[in-house]
């Protein structure tokens, strides 16, 4: 059975603060991992990653893959109270053109304190 | 460039009853998926669509069905419902399959 597991479930920070969000995986047919930010609607697409060891940055967030670990990290720097969200991490998965789908993980509910 | 649009945003039913969810892609979106969204489980993949076919279905029961047109929109049905069925569902779209960007999601809520 396909699973990806994130940790911790939930972290609270203060302001500037740097956290650092866990992503493991056990999936099979995997083609990318995913990071998605969710407030209190729709998830928002942070990053996807197809290759260990290759950083992706975008402001104070970043993540990297390691595929041999079967792992990803995702790290906010400096952090600020519009980061308190729940952040999914999710394991895009298919073959031969087929069977798409992505597994998540139950997500980190991360709340950043003023 | 609009987003995913899903609707309605809110939705109550009673058990036994059915209901039809719609979602319009982004432009030019072919992939359309579904997911069902609740606190115990999280979100859990439902199916997945791509130029009217469908590629690929989670598991849940036979319930719950879903199609997509030729303009891309889709359309997700659940029949018989049950309060279990309560949940938030969410439809994400994408040109070939990833990444995948999602709307709003509709809330049912099943008395």
């Known amino acids: 059975e396909d699973k990806v597991v994130q940790s911790p479930l939930s972290l609270v920070v203060h302001e500037g603060d740097t956290v650092t969000l866990n992503c493991s995986y056990e999936?099979?047919?995997?083609?990318?991992l995913l990071w998605y930010k969710q407030e209190k609607k729709a998830p928002t697409f942070l990053f996807m990653l197809?290759?260990?060891?290759i950083e992706k940055k975008s402001g104070r967030l970043s993540s990297i893959l390691d595929k041999k670990e079967l792992f990803s990290i995702l790290n906010i720097t400096a952090t600020q109270t519009g980061d308190s969200a729940v952040y999914l991490c999710?394991?895009?998965?298919?073959?031969?053109?087929?069977?798409?789908?992505?597994?998540f993980g139950k997500g980190t509910l991360l709340t950043v304190n003023p | 460039k609009a987003g995913v649009t899903q609707t309605p945003r809110y939705l109550i039913k009673t058990r036994g009853q059915q209901v039809t969810l719609s979602c319009s892609p982004i432009?030019?979106?072919?992939?359309v998926s579904w997911y069902q969204q609740t606190p115990g489980q999280g979100l859990q993949f439902l199916f997945e669509?791509?130029?009217?076919?469908?590629?690929n279905k989670g598991n849940f029961p036979g319930r719950f069905s879903g199609r997509q047109f030729s303009n891309s929109r889709s359309e997700m049905n659940v029949s018989t419902l049950e309060l279990g069925d309560s949940a938030l569902y969410l439809c994400?779209?994408?040109?070939?399959?990833?990444?995948?960007?999602f709307g709003d999601g509709t809330r049912l809520s099943i008395l």
């Open positions: 669509y791509f130029s009217e076919t469908q590629r």
């Open positions: 994400a779209s994408s040109f070939s399959g990833q990444p995948q960007h």
């Open positions: 999936v099979t047919n995997f083609r990318s």
């Open positions: 999710a394991a895009f998965l298919g073959s031969g053109g087929s069977n798409y789908k992505l597994t």
């Open positions: 197809t290759s260990s060891g």
């Open positions: 432009s030019g979106h072919r992939s």
